[in-house]
C-alpha cells in the first residue's frame, strides 16, 4: 500500500533535506515528491508518495522536532474515506458516485445519502445504500441544519459531499466540517455565483460554460477551488438544454475532484488549493 | 466567389421557401444554409452562401418585398474588410493580426495602427502599415476620443479592432460604430469584469482561465460574445505566469472570432451573438 | 413534439426552394434548418425542424416526386428508440446508458443488455432491464454470433450499442444493422486501432488519450466516426491509469454520441457523417 | 536567476535526501522540487528549482559521487538558449517564434533561419534575423544535408527548431543533435504519420485533429513526445480548412513545447519525455 506524508509550514532552507532524511532513516523509499514553495506567504507545502513499513506517532514525532512550530503534518494512505453524500432532486451526481463506489471506484465508503426531497431514495435503494429524507418543510433553517447534523453525526463521516445539494449552508454547518465539505458548483466561478447559473449564462450569451468542485466555506461559492472544466455551446441551446449539457460536467468534475482529495493531492492553502499530481 | 444573404426579421411561416424562391429564380446555387428561431422572441435568422452572379439592388427590392417590415438584409461576400487596429502596449494581439494580414489571411485590409502609447510602433513598421500615436497625456478623456475618432475617419473602416486597447471608450465613441467594434477581454467573461482579471484569477485560486471576443456596446465588457476559449492552470502560476499563458488565449480567440465576423458568419441578437458554421 | 426532415440526394439547384415548399403548402413552419452540400461528390443534406400536423406517406410522395432519383428521405421525431445494449466486463459505460435511461435522459427504451460474461447481470438487475448472458465459451465466432443475432431478433431493436463489447463482429453480424449498430473505441481514432489502446498510447509516450464513437461497418474501427473527445495525460500515468481517466471520456462521448443518433442530427455518407447541430 | 539541477538515474533508496543534503550544505534554497520514479524501469527523475550562489563544478563533483554510476546530472538555468530555426514555405511556425523573440519571450536567442526555400527570407528579414537559403535543387539528400550541416555549424546552436520544415532528414542528420532537435508534425501523432496528415483526417472523417511537438530522433514521427493539442473539426471543413485551422494549434505547441524545453523542465527517457511543471 502507498503512504502519503503531507507536509505544509513556513518556508525555510533545507525542509526537503531534513524532512526526507527522516524517512530515509525509517528505510522508506520515496516514490513520488513534490515540493512547492508559495512565494508570496512563504509557505512550504510537500507531498511525498513512499513505500515501506513505519510507525507513524514515530515518524509524526521526529517531523515535529524538525519541522518550524505550527507546522501541519499528515499521514494519509488511500484507505477508503468514510463519507455520506447529500442531494436534493437531481440525480445525475449521486449516481455517478454510486455507481464508482458500486464498482470500488471512488476510493470511499458510501454510508448514507441524506435529501430534503424523497426522489433520490429509489436511486439510493437500488444500490443499497442509506436514504434518509429530512424534509426542510416547516423548518427555520436552523431547525433543518440541526436535523441534518443530527443524521449525519452517527455516521461519523470524514468527508460530506454535495451532489447537488440545494440548498445554502450556514456558517455554523460549515464549522462542523472544515476543509471536509466539498460541493459541486454548476458554474465556472466565480462566473454566475448564486441561483440558476444556466438561465445566467443564456442570458448574456456566453460560448462556454463549466463547473467548479470546492470546498465550502463560510462565504457563498468562495471556498478553495479544487477542480473545473467546461464545455462549448453555442446560440442554439436554451437554458435547459445547458443544464442538460453542463450535468455531464459537474458530475465528472465532481467525482475527480473527490479522487484528488480522497488520495491526499489537495491541501487547503487560505481561500485556494495546492494540488500535487 | 462565394456570396452570402444574411437575413434576421421576426419569424412567420414559409421564409426559407421564400427567400429561397428568390434565389432559384435568379438562377443562384445554395452552397450551405444555416437556419435558425429563437423561440423565445420569436425571431428568424438565416445565413445563405450561394454561388452565381447576380444584381444585389434587385435581389433586395424583391426580398423587401416578400419580407415582413423590418427585416434586416445583408449581402456580403468575402471581399476583404477594411480595418483599423487600436492597441494600447503589449504585442501579442497585434503582431498575431500583422502577421495574418502580411499572409493574406486575415480577410482584412489592415489600414492603420493607433496606439495611445509609442511602443508598438516598431511593430507596425516593421509590417508596412502606418502607426499613428495619439497620446491621452493631458486630456480629458473626451477630448483624445475626438483625436482618435478624427484620426480614424478619413481611413473609413468597416471594423475597428481593439488589440489590447487599454483605455475604457465612451458610450459616445461606439456609438460611431455600432457593431463594428470588436474587443479581446483577457477573462472568461463574466467571471473577472474590470481591470487586472489575471490578478483577480490568481486571488481567486480558479483552475482555468480564458479569454473573451466581443462587440463592444455601450456597458463595460457586456457586449455581445462572439467567441470564448480557455486554458487549464494550477497553484504554481503566479498572476504574471497567468497573463503570460492567457496571452496566446488571448491572440488566438481575438483572430478566430475576427475570421467569423468578417467571412459574414456572425449576427448581433440584442446583447448576444447567432453564429452559423 | 419537433419533427425531423432528413434528406440526402444529389444536388442540383432550387432542392432547399422545392423542399421548404412541400412543408409550406402542407402549413408546415420551420424552426431550425440545417443544408450542407459535400462539394467533393456534389452531394446534398438537408435537415429540418419543424413543428405542425401532417400526413408522412403523402409528404413523402410530394417530396419523392420532387426529388432527384435515389434520394434518402427520412422522417423522424424524438420518440423513444428501442435499442439493446451489448457489453463484455467494464460496467462505466454500460452503467452511464442504464442511469440516463432510468431518468429518461436517453431518448431510448433499453430493451435488454447482452453479454459473453455474467458479471454485469448484477448492474442490469439494478435497473430492471433483461440480462442475456450468451457465452462464447466453446462456441465457434460462427455460432456464437449466431446464438447473439437469435436473442437480438425477438427485441426488433432500432440500434444495437457496443458498450464496451469486446468481440470483434464479422461482416456478416454487421450486416444485420447497417448504420444501426453503434460502437465506442477507447481510442482517439486512426491513433491506436486494434486491441490495448491505452498499453500502446502509454508505450508512445502520447500526452493525450482519447475515446471515438463511431458506426460499425465491415472494417473493424473504420466506420463512420460521430464523435471524438480526449484528455489530458502525463508521464506519472501508467497504462492503467490511463485506463481508468479514459473511462470518463468512453463513457460521456458514447452517450453523447447517442444523443445525436437518436435525435436525427446524424448522416451516414460513405465512410464518414454528416451532423448537423 | 533561478537555477535548475536535472537528475536521471537508476532509483535506489535515499536520493532525495541525499541530493538536498547536498543542495543544503551549499545554503542553496529550494523553490520547487518534482520528482518522479519510473516503476516499470525502476529509473529516478528529479528536477529542483533552487536559488542562491554556489560553484557548478564543486556541486556537481559532489553530486556525483553520492549518484549511482551512470547518473545523468545537468545543471541549467534559465539563460537564453542558442537556436536557429528551420522552414520551408509556411510561415505561421516561424513567425510565431520570431515575434516571441523579438519580444524577448521565447528565452532563446534566434542566431538564423535556413529554409529549402525563398519564400521566408522577407519574413526574417522583417525581424532582422540572417537568413540562409540553402535549395535542395540538384542535390543528393547527403549533399543537400551536408550543406545544411555546414550552414549550421558556425552558429553552434544549442537546439535546432523546424519550424515546418518540410524534408525528412537523414539518422546520419540527427545524430548531430541528439535530443536537441525539436520538430511539430502535422498531427495528433500517431494518427496520420507521413505525408499529408490533412488529406488524411479528412478522408477518415475525423472529428478532432491536432499537432505534436516531438525531439526528432532516427525513425520517422518516432521521436519523445513533447506536446500535444487538438481542436474540434467538423463535416463541413476541407482538408485545406482543416490544414488552415490546424495552424493555430501547431504554432502555439511548438512555442510552448520550446519554453518547457529551454526552461529545463523536459527529461528524455527513451522514446518518452518526463515533463515537471
Redesign the interface.
Known amino acids: 500500500m502507498a503512504h502519503f506524508l503531507l507536509i505544509q509550514c513556513p518556508?525555510e532552507?533545507?525542509?526537503?533535506?531534513k524532512i526526507?532524511?527522516v524517512?530515509?532513516r525509517h528505510?522508506?523509499?520515496?516514490?513520488?515528491?513534490?515540493?512547492?514553495?508559495?512565494?508570496e506567504n512563504s509557505r512550504f507545502f510537500?507531498r511525498t508518495e513512499f513505500a515501506g513499513d513505519f510507525d507513524p506517532a514515530q515518524l509524526l514525532a521526529e517531523l515535529t522536532e524538525l519541522l518550524p512550530p505550527g507546522a501541519s503534518i499528515r499521514f494519509s494512505d488511500n484507505h477508503p474515506k468514510d463519507i455520506v453524500l447529500m442531494a436534493t432532486k437531481e440525480?445525475?451526481c449521486l449516481?455517478?458516485l454510486l455507481?464508482r463506489h458500486?464498482?470500488g471506484?471512488l476510493n470511499a465508503r458510501v454510508l448514507a445519502v441524506i435529501s430534503n426531497h424523497e426522489e433520490l431514495g429509489d436511486?439510493a435503494r437500488?444500490?443499497d445504500i442509506p436514504f434518509h429524507f429530512v424534509s426542510h418543510q416547516g423548518l427555520t433553517r436552523e431547525a433543518h441544519e440541526a436535523a441534518v447534523l443530527a443524521t449525519l453525526a452517527p455516521y461519523r463521516p470524514e468527508f460530506v459531499v454535495l451532489a447537488k445539494y440545494m440548498r445554502i449552508l450556514s456558517s455554523e454547518f460549515v464549522a462542523h466540517y472544515p476543509n471536509r465539505l466539498i460541493n459541486i458548483h454548476h458554474s465556472?466561478?466565480?462566473?454566475?455565483v448564486g441561483a440558476n447559473p444556466y438561465a445566467q449564462a443564456y442570458e448574456?450569451?456566453?460560448?462556454?460554460i463549466?463547473a467548479t468542485a470546492h470546498f465550502v466555506n463560510e462565504q457563498l461559492d468562495q471556498g478553495?477551488?479544487?477542480?473545473?472544466?467546461?464545455i462549448?455551446i453555442?446560440?442554439?441551446q436554451?437554458a435547459r438544454d445547458m443544464a442538460?449539457a453542463g450535468r455531464?460536467v459537474e458530475k465528472?468534475v465532481l467525482?475527480?475532484s473527490l479522487k484528488l482529495v480522497f488520495d491526499g493531492h489537495v491541501f487547503v492553502?487560505r481561500?485556494?488549493?495546492?494540488?500535487f499530481?
Open positions: 518556508d532552507p533545507g525542509l526537503v533535506y526526507t532524511g524517512l530515509f528505510g522508506l523509499n520515496i516514490l513520488r515528491n513534490g515540493e512547492f514553495v508559495e512565494r510537500m440525480h445525475h449516481s455517478e455507481v458500486a464498482y471506484e436511486l437500488r444500490f465556472f466561478l466565480p462566473a454566475f448574456r450569451g456566453v460560448k462556454i463549466g478553495p477551488i479544487i477542480l473545473q472544466s467546461v462549448p453555442d446560440h442554439t436554451s442538460q455531464d465528472i467525482a475527480r492553502n481561500n485556494k488549493t495546492v494540488i499530481d
